[in-house]
Each structure stands twice: as structure tokens, then as C-alpha cells.
């Protein structure tokens, strides 16, 4: 993969400036140029450059007609004008060497033709200076209090590193986080991303030491490959919390296999997020809540929650919650139930939810949490408080800060209104979050600890566990794709394309090609009864439809009748000159799974491995998994154990057999597709496992018309 990321990838100009100007500066109330003069001079400690021909000054600030006027180095350059003046002025600022700048201005690629010429100027103009933007909100640096941006307020320091692909939902997520007293290290908003783009930021605050995880809200991205060497670097050090707009599949295009049809472009997203290390949330809610925890406790992937409440019912909401998503209650040890018991009430609950009663005093609550943290069945602690009249919050809040820094995380869910907010402000400043409601805090760790679990996915397969292909069968498989390219043939016929599964040592039922009733006679001889007959042509793909299947043929005339009425079935929807003869294969007796492995080309990232439930009806059970190869055996392993199939599999009596050669199959496919890059979509469907065997009965490969590279094949 050749990627292009701007070598003037230092950012500090833009996070970190010694001046900056404002283009557009204006001394209209309520209007961009003064919000972005009134935020700066609130806090900003460098020096401020007016760019406005009209005045002298504003705001007390002096004012330069243009920015060549002013002979003192500027670092960042803020650009409020109409669309049309921007790449002029653009120009001029690379000209005196500025080395980045903001450009809030809108009315470019999203009106169209006229607004995607001035960027391709700006492109022209810039030189060597960054940019963010154009349409864009501007950024906000809380560590330095560089407010640079038309946004209201400056949001609380904090170790969260926010970009937004929408200005107006970053202005409403700054008001929000004040309200929630959640802090931010910065905030981007990256506006068209006529330069800098999603992924230098990651790569940026990868590096930054003042955030421990980066929040993104995305509608679309420019190259999707880049963005994902970038956040799989990151995500080894960082997390990546991620929501995306858009991720209907209305606008997905019909496809001609079943792997096509069982993917949409959203599923490939989230697969490539999953294989990047990247989480990916629903809502902005989850994004910062999961955030909130994941910034300031240790990453659990033990996904047993123990509980301490002092009232009933929210302890069984969050038991609920935790069930509904995916977590557990912890099992107490024997060692901790005892301890527990010579301190608690008589009527405590005597399990978990650990249910202390409604007079809890702070002194039981810290009791309880020092006995919990030494048990090892335990992967995090929720603490739940009701604001009742014998427990007093605050107290309770402020001994709570000695288990801030645990190793396992501990959060708390401090319920109700005016009576527990000093309480949440304590426990917050102390680093220890807190949820309105047990639901929300019990999603949120189980959101943890399955994306804890998902970071131990990430890593480059080992080369060493690589399945060599013979370089001849690579070589035949070349020369077969190569002629069929040569004949403009971009479905392979049944016959083809089971040959090439087997030059990749996929094993697939043995078949022949019969143009006459006699040679299918004879194959069948050859092969052994009972056998199948399917229509052989290169046009008709959905056999069974069109009545060009048949089964269990036990003799010769069975085979030489079935031959008569395939040809009839093709005849009656005129279609004869399609059928060019049968193949002829073995029955074999479906007294296992099914199962389908295949690939389907992404436009965005390119072959997408998928594994599933097999057969006729693998589009209504739709149970499959999706992963971006190269894959080894330990990624396929995974992504089979994902399925539902799996749990069925695994009940065979060579199940550690089976899922093993299963394993081997996804990888070699794999290494097919990325050594062909011309396929663009391959069934092998169905696969079958039964007690004694695995082995493919069908396939079907297509192949990518646009490909511009078939003389490599």
C-alpha cells in the first residue's frame, strides 16, 4: 500500500501558535469575525493580527489592510471571507511563508462544481502551508486556552481529543461536555478536509501526550486504507472511539452472488474499524460516556461487573443491562462472601448486586469496595447510591477517592438531582466517573471490555503461520484467470471456477464436464453412484431455479434421464443455447453444516473475507463475519467463532478437526483474493462439515471489470 501522508505533518503550528491573524476580522455584532477575535483576546496569550481593510482597528486591536502588510512572523492564519477570495488569499499568505491556517469559510464542494474549482485553486495556492477545512468551526486547544474557533465557550482540560466532521454538532457536544463537566485536551473540527485530514490527527494525538483517547465523529473520509495504518498504530497505545453518520444501506447496490447480498457498506466499515482496534459507538452518548471511562480508569477485559448499591431496584437494572449487553455479574469467591458477611448487615443480599441496605454509611461503602478489589473473579466495580436521608453522598464520594487508581476500573452511579452533586463534582475531580443511571454504567463497562478484548486482534498475521501455495498451481491459477480476460469473461463457469479453488488447496468435490448424454454416463461410471447432474453454461449461474439440478441419480438411466430433463427445463424458458452440457459430481450425503466462505470487493477497502451459514437459505439466516485480509489462522479462528454456526460445529464429534481445516480454508482464501486482485467476488457455497469430512460442493467466482492490471495476472 503506497500511502501519501503529507510529510509536514507537525500540527503544533496549528495546536501550539506564537501568532496568529485573523482574514475577515469584523466589528459586526454576532458575526464570525468578531466571535473569533472576542475568543482569542479571552485567552489567548500570543500575538493577534487583524486582517480588515474598512477599519483601523476593533476590539482595541489594530488592523492591517492586508496580511502583507504586517511584517512580523505569523504562525496560524484564521480565514473568515467570502468563498471566492479565499484562494487569493491563500496564495498571499503562503507567499509570506505562514505555515498553517484555519479556513472557516464555507460555499465549496458542497455547492457543487464552482465550490470544488476554488478548492482545487486553494490546492494550487497553498504551497507548503496546512490547512483545515474550508467550512469548518475552527479549533480549540483547552490545554493553552487557544480558543480559535467561533464556538461559544472554551470546554474544561481534560485528556479527550475530539474531531468532528460537523461544526454544528461540535458546538453542541462543547456545550454539552460543560454541562456533563466533561474535559477535552483539544477539539478539530476538520471541515471538507481540503489537506489535513482524520488520519494525521490520529497520527498527531497518537503522539500527544495530554490525551489518552481520541473521539471522532465522521460522515465520510477520503481514503479509508490510510486512515486505518494510521488508527491501527495508534489504537496499540490509544483507544479510537468512533461514530459514523450515513450508515443506512439504501443506496447499496444489488449484487450477483450470495456474498455480495449477505454485506452492506456499513457492515465492511465496521469490520475494518474492528480490525483497526477502533470502537465503534451508536450514539454521542456512548461516545462520550465509554470515553469518560476508558480516560480515566484501567481497560478491563474481565466482563464480570461486581455491584455495590444501597437500594434494590437499581441493582437489578444494572444486572439487566449488563446481561442485555454482553457482560456478567461477577461470581463472588468463598474468601470474599466471608469477609463480606462479618461487616454487612444481617439483611444484606448475600450475593452480587451486593445490596448494603438504604443506611449505608460511607464507612460500609469503603468497607465493601477494599474487600471486592482482591477478589480476581472481579473485572471492575459499580458503586450505586439512591440519595437517601441516612446516606450522606458527599462523605461517601470523598472516601471513595482512595480507590481512584485501582487495577481493575471502578465507576460509580451516583443517582438523583441537587442532593448528589457535590458528590459527582468530588468524585470527578478525582477521576473516577460517574453515570446519571446504573444502565448507562453498566453498557458503558461492557462496551470496555469487549473493545478490551477486541485490541488483542490487532496485529500484522504472522508470515510464519502462512500457507505456501505452489508456485505452479499459483501459475495455473494465473493462466486460468488470464484467459478468461482474454475471452471478456467475467464469470467464471462452475467448472472454472471450482478448479481454481482447488489450484488453492481448498478441497472441492471432483467434477466433470459432459456435452453428451454418453460422457455424462461415463463419468458417473468413473466417479461412482449416486451422482449429481448440474447445468453446465456460462451465462446461468442460479441453477436450481431454472431446473438445471439433479440429485441422487443412483444408475445409468437415472443419469441419462436427468441429462433429457435438464435440457427440457432450459427449452421451456428458451434458453437452449445456454446450456452447453452438465457437470457431473458426486452425491454427497448432507449429514452436517453448511457453511459459506467467500469474498466480495469493497470500493473503499477492498476484498472483505466473509464466513458464515451456508446453503439455499444463507441470505435469511444471515449469520456471518467479516474481516480485511490478509488473515491467519488465529483471525480465522476468531472470525468462526463469532458466528452462530460455530456453537453447531462445535457439537460434531471432530470438532477440533473441522474447525481447524475451516481455519486453513479462510486463509488460503484470503491469500487467493490478494493475490488476485481482479476477483471481485467468490462463493464457495455450500461448504460442508459432517463427522468425517469438510469439503466444498460449489463456487463461483466473478471477476472485476475495471481492473486495470490484467497484464499482471
Same mark, same amino acid.
Given at each position: 500500500?503506497?500511502?501519501?501522508?503529507?510529510?509536514?505533518?507537525?500540527?503544533?503550528?496549528?495546536?501550539?501558535?506564537?501568532?496568529?491573524?485573523?482574514?475577515?476580522?469584523?466589528?459586526?455584532?454576532?458575526?464570525?469575525?468578531?466571535? #473569533?477575535?472576542?475568543?482569542?483576546?479571552?485567552?489567548?496569550?500570543?500575538?493577534?493580527?487583524?486582517?480588515?481593510?474598512?477599519?483601523?482597528?476593533?476590539?482595541?486591536?489594530?488592523?492591517?489592510?492586508?496580511?502583507?502588510?504586517?511584517?512580523?512572523?505569523?504562525?496560524?492564519?484564521?480565514?473568515?471571507?467570502?468563498?471566492?477570495?479565499?484562494?487569493?488569499?491563500?496564495?498571499?499568505?503562503?507567499?509570506?511563508?505562514?505555515?498553517?491556517?484555519?479556513?472557516?469559510?464555507?460555499?465549496?464542494?458542497?455547492?457543487?462544481?464552482?465550490?470544488?474549482?476554488?478548492?482545487?485553486?486553494?490546492?494550487?495556492?497553498?504551497?507548503?502551508?496546512?490547512?483545515?477545512?474550508?467550512?469548518?468551526?475552527?479549533?480549540?486547544?483547552?490545554?493553552?486556552?487557544?480558543?480559535?474557533?467561533?464556538?461559544?465557550?472554551?470546554?474544561?482540560?481534560?485528556?479527550?481529543?475530539? /474531531?468532528?466532521?460537523?461544526?454544528?454538532?461540535?458546538?453542541?457536544?462543547?456545550?454539552?461536555?460543560?454541562?456533563?463537566?466533561?474535559?477535552?485536551?483539544?477539539?478539530?473540527?476538520?471541515?471538507?478536509?481540503?489537506?489535513?485530514?482524520?488520519?494525521?490527527? /490520529?497520527?498527531?494525538?497518537?503522539?500527544?501526550?495530554?490525551?489518552?483517547?481520541?473521539?471522532?465523529?465522521?460522515?465520510?473520509?477520503?481514503?479509508?486504507?490510510?486512515?486505518?495504518?494510521?488508527?491501527?498504530?495508534?489504537?496499540?497505545?490509544?483507544?479510537?472511539?468512533? %461514530?459514523?453518520?450515513?450508515?443506512?444501506?439504501?443506496?447499496?447496490?444489488?449484487?450477483?452472488?450470495?456474498?455480495?447480498?449477505?454485506?452492506?457498506?456499513?457492515?465492511?466499515?465496521?469490520?475494518?474499524?474492528?480490525?483497526?482496534?477502533?470502537?465503534?459507538?451508536?450514539?454521542?452518548?456512548?461516545?462520550?460516556?465509554?470515553?469518560?471511562?476508558?480516560?480515566?480508569?484501567?481497560?478491563?477485559?474481565?466482563?464480570?461487573?461486581? /455491584?455495590?448499591?444501597?437500594?434494590?431496584?437499581?441493582?437489578?437494572?444494572?444486572?439487566?443491562?449488563?446481561?442485555?449487553?454482553?457482560?456478567?455479574?461477577?461470581?463472588?469467591?468463598?474468601?470474599?462472601?466471608?469477609?463480606?458477611?462479618?461487616?454487612?448487615?444481617?439483611?444484606?443480599?448475600?450475593?452480587?448486586?451486593?445490596?448494603?441496605?438504604?443506611?449505608?454509611?460511607?464507612?460500609?461503602?469503603?468497607?465493601?469496595?477494599?474487600?471486592?478489589?482482591?477478589?480476581?473473579?472481579?473485572?471492575?466495580?459499580?458503586?450505586?447510591?439512591?440519595? @437517601?436521608?441516612?446516606?450522606?453522598?458527599?462523605?461517601?464520594?470523598?472516601?471513595?477517592?482512595?480507590?481512584?487508581?485501582?487495577?481493575?476500573?471502578?465507576?460509580?452511579?451516583?443517582?438523583?438531582?441537587?442532593?448528589?452533586?457535590?458528590?459527582?463534582?468530588?468524585?470527578?475531580?478525582?477521576?473516577?466517573?460517574?453515570?446519571?443511571?446504573?444502565?448507562?454504567?453498566?453498557?458503558?463497562?461492557?462496551?470496555?471490555?469487549?473493545?478490551?478484548?477486541?485490541?488483542?486482534?490487532?496485529?500484522?498475521?504472522?508470515?510464519?503461520?502462512?500457507? #505456501?501455495?505452489?508456485?505452479?498451481?499459483?501459475?495455473?491459477?494465473?493462466?486460468?484467470?488470464?484467459?478468461?480476460?482474454?475471452?471478456?469473461?467475467?464469470?467464471?463457469?462452475?467448472?472454472?471456477?471450482?478448479?481454481?479453488?482447488?489450484?488453492?488447496?481448498?478441497?472441492?468435490?471432483?467434477?466433470?464436464?459432459?456435452?453428451?448424454?454418453?460422457?455424462?454416463?461415463?463419468?458417473?461410471?468413473?466417479?461412482?453412484?449416486?451422482?449429481?447432474?448440474?447445468?453446465?453454461?456460462?451465462?446461468?449461474?442460479?441453477?436450481?431455479?431454472?431446473?438445471?439440478?439433479?440429485?441422487?441419480?443412483?444408475?445409468?438411466?437415472?443419469?441419462?434421464?436427468?441429462?433429457?430433463?435438464?435440457?427440457?427445463?432450459?427449452?421451456?424458458?428458451?434458453? @437452449?443455447?445456454?446450456?452447453?452440457?452438465?457437470?457431473?459430481?458426486?452425491?454427497?450425503?448432507?449429514?452436517?453444516?453448511?457453511? %459459506?466462505?467467500?469474498?466480495?470487493?469493497?470500493? @473503499?477497502?477492498?476484498?472483505?473475507?466473509?464466513?458464515?451459514?451456508?446453503?439455499?437459505?444463507?441470505?435469511?439466516?444471515?449469520?456471518?463475519?467479516?474481516? /480485511?485480509?490478509?488473515?491467519?489462522?488465529?483471525?480465522?479462528?476468531?472470525?468462526?467463532?463469532?458466528?452462530? %454456526?460455530?456453537?453447531?460445529?462445535?457439537?460434531?464429534?471432530?470438532?477440533?478437526?473441522?474447525?481447524?481445516?475451516?481455519?486453513?480454508? #479462510?486463509?488460503?482464501?484470503?491469500?487467493?483474493?490478494?493475490?488476485?486482485?481482479?476477483?471481485?467476488?467468490?462463493?464457495?457455497?455450500?461448504?460442508?462439515?459432517?463427522?468425517?469430512?469438510?469439503?466444498?460442493?460449489?463456487?463461483?467466482?466473478?471477476?472485476?471489470?475495471?481492473?486495470?492490471?490484467?497484464?499482471?495476472?
Amino acid at each position: 500500500m503506497n500511502l501519501k501522508l503529507n510529510k509536514l505533518n507537525n500540527l503544533d503550528y496549528f495546536f501550539n501558535p506564537k501568532s496568529i491573524a485573523i482574514i475577515g476580522a469584523s466589528a459586526k455584532n454576532l458575526s464570525v469575525g468578531k466571535t #473569533l477575535i472576542e475568543n482569542l483576546k479571552e485567552s489567548y496569550k500570543g500575538k493577534i493580527y487583524l486582517i480588515n481593510p474598512k477599519r483601523k482597528s476593533i476590539l482595541g486591536l489594530k488592523t492591517y489592510p492586508k496580511i502583507e502588510d504586517v511584517k512580523d512572523k505569523i504562525d496560524l492564519v484564521i480565514i473568515a471571507t467570502p468563498a471566492k477570495t479565499v484562494p487569493s488569499i491563500v496564495k498571499e499568505c503562503s507567499k509570506k511563508k505562514i505555515k498553517a491556517a484555519i479556513i472557516i469559510s464555507a460555499g465549496f464542494k458542497e455547492l457543487g462544481k464552482p465550490g470544488i474549482e476554488l478548492e482545487n485553486q486553494i490546492r494550487k495556492n497553498k504551497g507548503d502551508m496546512r490547512i483545515i477545512g474550508p467550512n469548518c468551526l475552527g479549533i480549540i486547544n483547552s490545554l493553552n486556552k487557544l480558543n480559535a474557533s467561533f464556538a461559544k465557550d472554551m470546554p474544561l482540560k481534560g485528556k479527550l481529543a475530539f /474531531i468532528s466532521q460537523s461544526g454544528a454538532l461540535g458546538c453542541a457536544v462543547l456545550d454539552w461536555s460543560l454541562k456533563e463537566k466533561i474535559g477535552l485536551s483539544s477539539f478539530v473540527s476538520i471541515g471538507s478536509m481540503i489537506d489535513i485530514n482524520f488520519s494525521e490527527l /490520529i497520527s498527531y494525538y497518537g503522539k500527544d501526550p495530554n490525551t489518552k483517547a481520541i473521539l471522532i465523529y465522521m460522515e465520510n473520509i477520503a481514503d479509508p486504507l490510510e486512515f486505518l495504518v494510521e488508527a491501527s498504530k495508534v489504537t496499540l497505545k490509544k483507544p479510537i472511539i468512533l %461514530i459514523k453518520a450515513g450508515r443506512s444501506s439504501a443506496g447499496s447496490k444489488a449484487a450477483t452472488s450470495h456474498t455480495g447480498a449477505i454485506t452492506g457498506n456499513d457492515e465492511v466499515f465496521t469490520a475494518a474499524l474492528k480490525r483497526a482496534g477502533i470502537l465503534q459507538v451508536n450514539t454521542i452518548s456512548e461516545l462520550f460516556s465509554i470515553a469518560d471511562l476508558i480516560s480515566k480508569q484501567p481497560l478491563s477485559n474481565n466482563p464480570n461487573l461486581a /455491584i455495590i448499591t444501597n437500594a434494590g431496584g437499581p441493582g437489578v437494572i444494572a444486572t439487566d443491562s449488563l446481561e442485555i449487553n454482553n457482560a456478567f455479574l461477577a461470581k463472588l469467591s468463598k474468601k470474599t462472601y466471608l469477609e463480606l458477611n462479618k461487616f454487612l448487615p444481617k439483611a444484606w443480599s448475600h450475593s452480587n448486586p451486593i445490596d448494603i441496605l438504604g443506611d449505608a454509611s460511607d464507612e460500609l461503602y469503603a468497607k465493601t469496595v477494599k474487600v471486592l478489589v482482591k477478589d480476581k473473579n472481579i473485572g471492575g466495580i459499580l458503586i450505586i447510591l439512591t440519595p @437517601q436521608h441516612m446516606t450522606e453522598a458527599t462523605k461517601v464520594a470523598k472516601k471513595l477517592k482512595s480507590f481512584s487508581k485501582l487495577n481493575i476500573p471502578i465507576f460509580t452511579s451516583f443517582m438523583g438531582g441537587d442532593s448528589v452533586t457535590i458528590a459527582i463534582e468530588e468524585l470527578i475531580k478525582e477521576g473516577i466517573p460517574n453515570f446519571p443511571f446504573p444502565d448507562d454504567a453498566t453498557k458503558a463497562f461492557s462496551m470496555m471490555s469487549k473493545y478490551s478484548k477486541d485490541l488483542k486482534k490487532i496485529y500484522q498475521p504472522s508470515n510464519k503461520n502462512k500457507t #505456501l501455495i505452489n508456485e505452479n498451481k499459483k501459475k495455473k491459477a494465473s493462466e486460468l484467470l488470464k484467459k478468461a480476460f482474454s475471452k471478456n469473461k467475467l464469470l467464471l463457469d462452475e467448472y472454472e471456477s471450482k478448479k481454481l479453488i482447488e489450484l488453492y488447496d481448498i478441497p472441492i468435490v471432483q467434477t466433470f464436464i459432459a456435452k453428451t448424454k454418453n460422457e455424462a454416463v461415463k463419468y458417473s461410471k468413473k466417479i461412482g453412484f449416486p451422482i449429481v447432474l448440474k447445468i453446465y453454461s456460462k451465462t446461468i449461474t442460479h441453477k436450481k431455479k431454472v431446473g438445471g439440478v439433479k440429485l441422487n441419480l443412483k444408475n445409468e438411466i437415472d443419469v441419462k434421464k436427468a441429462f433429457d430433463e435438464i435440457y427440457s427445463n432450459i427449452k421451456k424458458i428458451k434458453k @437452449q443455447k445456454e446450456f452447453l452440457g452438465v457437470t457431473v459430481q458426486k452425491m454427497i450425503k448432507l449429514d452436517g453444516y453448511e457453511v %459459506i466462505a467467500g469474498s466480495t470487493l469493497d470500493n @473503499q477497502f477492498g476484498p472483505v473475507i466473509i464466513f458464515g451459514s451456508g446453503g439455499s437459505l444463507v441470505e435469511i439466516y444471515n449469520d456471518k463475519a467479516l474481516t /480485511i485480509p490478509p488473515i491467519d489462522k488465529k483471525l480465522a479462528k476468531k472470525m468462526i467463532e463469532s458466528t452462530k %454456526i460455530y456453537k453447531a460445529i462445535k457439537g460434531l464429534k471432530n470438532n477440533k478437526q473441522a474447525l481447524e481445516k475451516l481455519q486453513d480454508i #479462510l486463509v488460503k482464501l484470503s491469500y487467493l483474493v490478494l493475490d488476485f486482485p481482479v476477483i471481485k467476488e467468490i462463493d464457495i457455497n455450500p461448504i460442508l462439515i459432517s463427522k468425517d469430512k469438510i469439503i466444498a460442493l460449489d463456487a463461483r467466482v466473478l471477476l472485476n471489470p475495471s481492473h486495470r492490471l490484467k497484464k499482471r495476472l
